[in-house]
């Protein structure tokens, strides 16, 4: 039985875990090959064989993406391995949270060398080689704080609202061409990032002794539970679909509700 992703080649980054695995994995499952890519090699290596003692195909790949020469590589190694690049996903990202007098400068520009630089060198890698073969999806991780604002999260609010205005501004451009882009933004997700980074910083910042922020923001979900990896890759999938070739441009929340716009 045909799949939906049968023949397409994709290249993730940040696969190694959360999010990036979820989608890598969902893809293979629908047919697709995929380039796992991440800064940490074991973690991509780990998922690009669990996607093959599955059945899938998969590779993994080390991308550092504030590198350009490492997004360079991390496309020929996919086109290498299987064939010119049908979907980018670009996932890699990192999240903290600070008062704004405490926001460190190192930390920000790291913040937005990885999650904006990052993002628009891979939309950047995948125009270049999509364009000309006149068809793609770009796919971009964005948030919920790309959308509305959350205190102690000047840094990360900025970085995701700028992956949004990225993915709209490329999304006109490369239309005529028929390459697509989008953004999908998740809500509170059971990751390393909520549960490891932001949870503990946010939890103390807020001043909180008996519930933790997650707690917190988990009981305003109106659909009344919190993300799972695989709930952004459902997503991801449709859009990446031939099912979607009439949508691009968009912010598509996928987070149960918290921001209905």
């Not at 006109?172 to 949870?199: F, H, K, Q």
């Not at 519930?211 to 991801?236: F, K, M």
Request: glycine share 10%.
């Amino acid at each position: 039985m045909a799949k939906g992703l049968d023949g397409k080649v994709t290249v993730i980054t940040g696969a190694g875990r959360g999010i990036g695995q979820a989608i890598a994995e969902r893809f293979a499952a629908e047919g697709a090959s995929v380039l796992v890519a991440d800064v940490d090699t074991e973690a991509a290596e780990a998922v690009a064989a669990g996607i093959a003692a599955s059945g899938g195909s998969a590779r993994a790949q080390a991308a550092d993406v504030r590198n350009p020469a490492d997004i360079t590589a991390m496309f020929e190694a996919a086109e290498t391995a299987f064939g010119p690049v049908d979907i980018v996903v670009n996932n890699a990202g990192i999240g903290g949270a600070s008062s704004i007098a405490e926001q460190s400068m190192d930390a920000w520009d790291n913040m937005f060398a990885i999650n904006v630089r990052g993002v628009f060198l891979g939309v950047q890698e995948a125009a270049r080689r999509m364009e000309p073969r006149g068809s793609g999806i770009i796919i971009n991780i964005a948030s919920a704080a790309g959308k509305i604002a959350r205190p102690y999260m000047a840094c990360y609010c900025a970085t995701k609202h700028a992956v949004i205005g990225i993915t709209r501004s490329t999304a006109m451009e490369l239309a005529p061409s028929g390459v697509r882009v989008v953004a999908l933004c998740p809500g509170i997700v059971d990751t390393r990032l909520w549960r490891e980074d932001l949870n503990p910083d946010l939890t103390e910042l807020e001043g909180r002794e008996d519930e933790s922020a997650w707690d917190v923001r988990v009981a305003g979900i109106p659909i009344g539970r919190h993300q799972v990896p695989a709930d952004v890759a459902n997503a991801a999938y449709m859009l990446a679909s031939d099912d979607a070739s009439y949508i691009t441009g968009i912010s598509l929340s996928v987070d149960g509700g918290m921001v209905l716009h």
